[in-house]
């Protein structure tokens, strides 16, 4: 069984792999972008510690949704594939999966610490507090580490009976964010919007440490501007 | 009644959305910035929702100043277009408005602080401290929440008493600024010298929490040295 | 009498005006380089309130040394000219000055503090604290304010016992930094470290409150390395 | 004896001390980068002073590793020669070096604190907390300063136990970092993580100011994926 990657899915993670570069949101070979052909069932992600500026779309990895077995490309998938599988495998409506270490929501992560709604900048896209998991076992490190970082997502979210399409991004306790949406590019929207939230958060917390959390019905008009049925921003696309 | 938009306001408004993207205060499609044509009684401002890497002059929409309603454009105007048509109705001296999300601006809204002038960069643009609105209530917001935001900046410089040219730029509370001028651009430059003064400030404070505002005889030279009938600063050309 | 300005000064003094802008030391038209010709007594600098983008050599005004009249140039001269003037006239080592609103020198500027040094970067270019000026009377604002402004600069480093060529840089309180050299572009590469001390100084401060200067040992040995007869600092060109 | 450099040194070296530049790691003349052949038993280094967008690769300098003469090259070495050799000479697997006085990194070397490993992003790259200097006594300044630095480097990851492939970068107190790695570029690549982990790390404390370092069993598990036997991450090079 060779199912072949469609040029589009190709072409649109390979600019989700460059779109992380050109927002700021990754250095070195941090970081990895990828896409799903849910009818293939072939998940298509940046290879392993392979410089940004030397990625071509020939470079990109498919692997086997259920299996993770490499379908097509010749280089190792990134080591956090596991990652994504896991959570392809678990929410049906995600279409595209970016990590990365982009600081402000790595210090997020790093302090263990969810980031609070405080504006509308952040209700446009994450319809609450961004979760932080539970830190990691030592057992779960251990074995099969990449997978467990994707369980204790997936946990998150279902501990707080969040929606990925409300919480299109959690921040995995001492690592980073993970972010998603219905397809490669819109993921990577999620993650430019992650990290300006969470730049203006500590900023804002710093500045004033008892400033409280967004009213719930400004930060609820806000997401619902943009998202469901009801939605007004934009261009009717949706 | 089909009013026309002059070439040159197209083009105004057109490259005051692009100098949002240089000068850095807007990211994905956050932001807006509109122009007016008083003779005309018609606001020309960005579309709703679009990248501002693929936004063209001929993409802007025009909407009635009194009914709001599109007068020429294929797209849907921005979301925020109530705001700006509340400003232009009420202060006649405004040629061009725009709203950010500009980072440290934000900071300072989320915060619910105006941001007090601390030196000769906050003086030479704004005549006293920055206001932030009162947060709008849950009615306000669910109601028409576009148009009680322009609404609730308005009250903010009548309840101060503070003159548009004086105090071209108000924080909304939870949410962002809005900055205005005589014209497009010049609400950008506003936009550009508050982003500049509000990331001075926050850092200023977390240097010397103690700091008090400039002296007023000072803030007064260097607002008057650029504005006003005895203007020194600049080409002679205000 | 009309002394004509080199062609060498005037290419020198635009290089300087641009490489505030490419260090990002300036914004919107904030700031102004100038120098000097001291045997034609004429100073050169940036018109007032010209936009970085649209300087060209031939904007650039000459006055004179004594009488600060304008030799050369159609534009008016920086409002600040008389600041510069008044350096220039009581320090005949200086070249070439700088005045900008950089982000983090002008947080101390506002802070009203000096800039203690805390490491080699520091050291590399200052011998000792970066001095802030005492806050200008409401007397002195009222009248000729620029060129208090110099005299307030002038007597921070008098009172201080410091010499312009130890000390190339001074924060004026509630207002931003000056900084001058031999040359226009020596006089930007002070102001270049001072905003990265400065930004450095901010952020050393934050996470170790505690922190105390440099051994002054330290200082002296990196600042000879780079100044004065036994410097072994670059190639021998001082 | 006139060992020549090969070409394949001289031009990674001189890429190594661009990328300093591209990656934001240098200003003016600061930071310098080498590299070594061991069979000619030669280091080459930039020239003192020089600004990066003057240098050549033919500006670079041959220095002895031994004797630290200039074997090639009509400019004088960085000043900061003798800290390299001395740690050319300790360490046998080093291939590169770079000094810089990257704004973060210099913030913990001038507030005197090592680095803790609070997230992956710095357990990919160091195998613990980076650690800091003790400050050098007024003896070792004032005498062979340079080569003293070299000296407190060697003695810090002495007393620490730490192998320099394990931790490949030391802050020297009230200065700033020297990192280094198998070749220039892979030096410059662990600069460049340790200015993104400094970064990271200030901020994190500042949100968080009770944060523990992160589980030493996520600390190994992440550098043993990037490095020895064992590593999976990347594409089987190393």
Same mark, same amino acid.
């Given at each position: 069984m060779t199912a072949s990657v469609s040029p589009g899915l190709r072409e649109a993670v390979w600019q989700a792999n460059q779109a992380l570069v050109e927002a700021g949101?990754? /250095?070195?070979?941090?970081g990895n972008a990828s896409g799903i052909d849910r009818d293939a069932g072939i998940v298509l992600i940046k290879p392993s510690g392979v410089p940004y500026d030397e990625l /071509?779309?020939?470079h990109l990895v498919a692997v086997g949704?259920?299996?993770?077995?490499?379908?097509?490309?010749e280089a190792r998938p990134s080591s956090d594939t596991p990652t994504h599988l896991a959570l392809y495998r678990t929410y049906p409506t995600i279409g595209g999966i970016v990590h990365t270490h982009s600081e402000a929501a790595t210090v997020w992560a790093q302090a263990c610490l969810p980031i609070p709604p405080l504006g509308t900048t952040h209700a446009d896209h994450f319809r609450g507090p961004i979760p932080v998991t539970r830190p990691l076992a030592e057992a779960e490190v251990g074995a099969d580490y990449e997978a467990a970082t994707g369980a204790v997502i997936v946990a998150t979210l279902d501990e707080l009976g969040l929606d990925p399409g409300d919480m299109p991004a959690v921040l995995v306790a001492s690592h980073g964010p993970f972010a998603w949406g219905g397809d490669p590019l819109e993921a990577v929207a999620n993650a430019i919007a992650l990290e300006t939230v969470a730049a203006m958060a500590i900023r804002t917390y710093a500045l004033n440490p008892a400033v409280q959390p967004m009213a719930g019905y400004l930060l609820e008009r806000h997401f619902r501007r943009k998202h469901g049925a009801d939605a007004y921003y934009g261009q009717r696309r949706r």
């Amino acid at each position: 069984m060779t199912a072949s990657v469609s040029p589009g899915l190709r072409e649109a993670v390979w600019q989700a792999n460059q779109a992380l570069v050109e927002a700021g949101l990754v /250095r070195l070979s941090f970081g990895n972008a990828s896409g799903i052909d849910r009818d293939a069932g072939i998940v298509l992600i940046k290879p392993s510690g392979v410089p940004y500026d030397e990625l /071509r779309p020939e470079h990109l990895v498919a692997v086997g949704l259920e299996d993770g077995q490499v379908r097509e490309g010749e280089a190792r998938p990134s080591s956090d594939t596991p990652t994504h599988l896991a959570l392809y495998r678990t929410y049906p409506t995600i279409g595209g999966i970016v990590h990365t270490h982009s600081e402000a929501a790595t210090v997020w992560a790093q302090a263990c610490l969810p980031i609070p709604p405080l504006g509308t900048t952040h209700a446009d896209h994450f319809r609450g507090p961004i979760p932080v998991t539970r830190p990691l076992a030592e057992a779960e490190v251990g074995a099969d580490y990449e997978a467990a970082t994707g369980a204790v997502i997936v946990a998150t979210l279902d501990e707080l009976g969040l929606d990925p399409g409300d919480m299109p991004a959690v921040l995995v306790a001492s690592h980073g964010p993970f972010a998603w949406g219905g397809d490669p590019l819109e993921a990577v929207a999620n993650a430019i919007a992650l990290e300006t939230v969470a730049a203006m958060a500590i900023r804002t917390y710093a500045l004033n440490p008892a400033v409280q959390p967004m009213a719930g019905y400004l930060l609820e008009r806000h997401f619902r501007r943009k998202h469901g049925a009801d939605a007004y921003y934009g261009q009717r696309r949706r």
